[in-house]
């Protein structure tokens, strides 16, 4: 089964990792590793091939950033030529990118089947790009791995025919678990100046609904300048961020050495590789994001997870996990952030089948439907 997988962004590279391991454990799978080049930067791309052991791409597009039409079309216009020469039986995508939906109608109006990891997930918010991302990806995909139980139902209520519905657990997890001996050396701490035992919190943030507005991304930092006096926090700066502080003026400097939490502030830190940012989860005290990957990484590591949105498409994070939805209003940040502080964390079990065993599950029903055609 020659399969073309496309990736393009940050968190697209980490669940590709566990599935091209157990497609090269398989004769029978021929991977092709398309990168469309989405990321670029070496923190956002290089840095997470190297931690995550993933073989170098077979191609790169190298589109780069650009509006979300022209980013789209890119990937479409040269990935066509790639599907043409190389004529697989199968395109897998991940999560909910401009890469992901860009490659899936490419490969579609190839008539080459589409398998979506990572499907059903919804806000229900479609002013989120991702939203819009991931409704048409799962249109016309013809698998649809889901990570959990509310993806099914989303589909279902979509009119998907069921029989493309595999619920098969969350691949991110995977990555989380096969590298947690090499996370848990990582030198971060040192480099941070974290001591064994200090509490810290870890903030990211990227959405454009909450970085875009200059007015609104300053009261933020407002917001969680006054919390950091409670607890030092370490904020790795997303390049989206990085620019628009710097055009309000703001007087940053991210960078990943010599940066003091003692000083009670935030620390304002370069993006950071995969290994470090997962170590960094595990021993906060407490993480504040917008992002959608690190309210599962979060749950599963047992740290209490603040979500600095009014939606989330991975429900299962609060109804088994460490997640609250806590929108964007800066007192809100602050009275529920030292609330959290105040209360013992509570450990909650893994959402049922993240058990780092979901890209086997996945691999498996690609083969079985592989020979049943044979
Ligand atoms: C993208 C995804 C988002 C995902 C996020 C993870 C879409 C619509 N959004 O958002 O779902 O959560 O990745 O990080 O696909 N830039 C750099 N260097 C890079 C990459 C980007 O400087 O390597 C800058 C560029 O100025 C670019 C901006 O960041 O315009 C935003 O990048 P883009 O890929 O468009 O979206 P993200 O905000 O990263």
């Not at 889901?146 to 691949?171: C, M, Q, W, Y």
């Not at 050495?257 to 304002?268: E, F, G």
């Not at 590591?301 to 609250?324: A, F, K, S, W, Y």
Request: glycine share 6%.
């Amino acid at each position: 089964m020659r399969i073309v997988n496309v990736v393009g962004a940050r968190p697209n590279f980490v669940k590709i990792a566990p599935l091209i391991r157990a497609m090269t454990r398989r004769p029978a799978f021929v991977p092709t590793l398309v990168h469309t080049g989405q990321h670029y930067d070496a923190s956002m791309s290089e840095q997470f091939f190297t931690d995550l052991e993933i073989r170098r791409p077979d191609f790169n597009l190298e589109v780069g950033s650009g509006s979300h039409a022209v980013q789209t079309a890119q990937v479409m216009h040269r990935l066509d030529p790639i599907l043409e020469a190389t004529r697989p039986d199968l395109v897998l995508v991940v999560g909910d990118v401009n890469s992901t939906l860009a490659a899936t109608i490419t490969a579609v109006k190839r008539s080459i089947p589409v398998a979506h990891v990572e499907a059903g997930l919804r806000s229900f918010d479609r002013s989120m790009p991702e939203e819009i991302n991931r409704i048409l990806t799962d249109a016309v995909a013809d698998f649809l791995f889901v990570t959990e139980e509310s993806g099914r139902e989303n589909l279902l209520r979509e009119g998907v025919d069921p029989a493309k519905i595999h619920f098969v657990g969350n691949v991110m997890i995977d990555a989380l678990e096969s590298s947690r001996r090499r996370w848990e050396r990582s030198p971060i701490f040192e480099k941070l100046g974290v001591e064994t035992n200090s509490p810290y919190a870890l903030l990211t943030l990227h959405r454009p609904s909450n970085v875009d507005d200059p007015h609104k991304l300053a009261k933020f930092v407002e917001a969680l300048e006054t919390l950091a006096r409670h607890i030092p926090i370490v904020f790795p700066v997303h390049p989206r961020v990085k620019q628009q502080l710097l055009r309000s003026g703001h007087g940053l400097a991210p960078r990943t050495d010599s940066v003091d939490l003692r000083r009670k502030a935030i620390a304002y830190v370069d993006p950071l590789g995969y290994l470090d940012f997962v170590a960094l989860v595990s021993r906060a005290r407490l993480v504040l994001t917008d992002s959608g990957g690190i309210q599962e990484e979060a749950t599963v590591l047992g740290v209490p997870c603040l979500t600095l949105r009014d939606t989330t498409e991975r429900p299962v994070t609060v109804t088994h996990g460490t997640n609250r939805l806590i929108g964007s209003a800066p007192d809100r940040i602050l009275n529920e952030a030292l609330q959290t502080l105040a209360q013992p964390p509570r450990r909650n079990g893994a959402p049922p089948l993240w058990d780092g065993h979901a890209a086997e599950r996945i691999v498996e029903i690609l083969n079985r439907t592989a020979t049943r055609k044979d």
